[in-house]
């Protein structure tokens, strides 16, 4: 039992180990594989939940792939022209709270701590506005590869889910025969693990993105749609882009007065503390993954792959942890 493990620990090393090779050569590849990873996790999502329609299963696929691809068209078509119209009153308000040091008026009876606060904000414009610059610089040199990446995406989704019962069948016969029970033993416990994340991962950003939008609609008409966007994007990175996202809400709320900043925080934090609890909840059910990993994991794996390793660092991170409890830690027990 212990070489079929050691046998079967080898192999999946050596095949994980040449595909990040290959991700780190084509950037393409990554790309390709985060999206249609997360694309065929969402399906299976929205498959779940049709199931309980009494759909058959080849059926509930179809269906799903239908919903899931008219809200991406749908989100293109009207979310994303509408928050483009209204990134210019999203700059300007930045803009404006740091030219009129909107803080200043919460802390007019505590100097030292003003004090502290402009310097804090005087190192923080300039953050920003190089992050807006970077973001904007990107989007238009990756554009032509964000088509390419979303047209072998939406392939490799279809074709996975339609074959997906041969995959399942097929994919085992990359190892050798007497290895494949442990095998199929791991890799049903990371797609059940990355199933979870990405469930709980997609219902958090909805949930956030409507609660932003309601939010919003009510205290910052003119920038409602790309708040709620920025919203959904930045919480599809777990615990990290809580921050990101917040940024920007927390200054703008610096524009409302005492009562609705503290509406508004109170509300955030609110929303925030409720969803992160069922969060790690989830995680510590199917693994062992705290907060602390995965912040490391995303800010090494970040540093690797850019952008996208944000997205691609908590399903590393359940790999590594899947492998680690199914390989490694049993030679540390005997």
Request: a positive charge.
């Amino acid at each position: 039992m212990r070489d079929k493990r050691n046998l079967a620990a080898i192999y999946v090393s050596a095949y994980a180990l040449l595909f990040l090779i290959i991700c780190i050569i084509f950037n393409t590849v990554l790309n390709v594989f985060v999206f249609t990873l997360i694309s065929v996790l969402i399906v299976n999502l929205i498959t779940k939940l049709l199931k309980f329609l009494k759909l058959k299963t080849k059926s509930a696929i179809i269906v799903g792939l239908v919903i899931y691809f008219f809200l991406i068209i749908y989100g293109i078509i009207l979310i994303i022209p509408a928050a483009t119209e209204q990134f210019g009153s999203f700059v300007s308000t930045i803009n404006y709270v740091f030219e009129n040091q909107s803080w200043k008026a919460y802390l007019e009876k505590n100097p030292e701590l003003l004090s502290g606060v402009n310097n804090l904000m005087k190192w923080l414009q300039p953050k920003l506005n190089d992050l807006t610059n970077y973001l904007l610089d990107n989007i238009a040199k990756g554009t032509p590869s964000f088509f390419v990446t979303i047209f072998y995406s939406i392939l490799l989704t279809i074709y996975t889910l339609l074959y997906s019962s041969w995959l399942k069948k097929s994919l085992p016969n990359l190892f050798p025969k007497k290895i494949r029970p442990q095998i199929e033993k791991f890799f049903e416990k990371v797609y059940s693990a990355l199933s979870s994340f990405v469930d709980v991962v997609i219902i958090n950003a909805v949930i956030t993105a409507v609660a932003f939008y309601l939010l919003s609609s009510f205290y910052f008409k003119d920038t409602a749609v790309i708040l709620s966007f920025w919203a959904g994007i930045t919480n599809l990175i777990p615990i990290v882009g809580v921050f990101f996202e917040y940024i920007p809400v927390f200054l703008f709320s610096l524009t409302l007065g005492l009562k609705g900043f503290i509406i508004v925080n109170i509300f955030v934090i609110a929303i925030h503390l409720g969803l992160f609890v069922i969060f790690v909840n989830v995680m510590k059910m199917h693994l062992n993954l705290n907060p602390v990993l995965m912040i490391i994991s995303i800010i090494i794996v970040n540093q690797i792959f850019g952008l996208v390793g944000t997205f691609f660092a908590v399903p590393l991170l359940i790999f590594i942890v899947a492998y680690w409890d199914e390989f490694v830690k049993p030679k540390f027990e005997t």
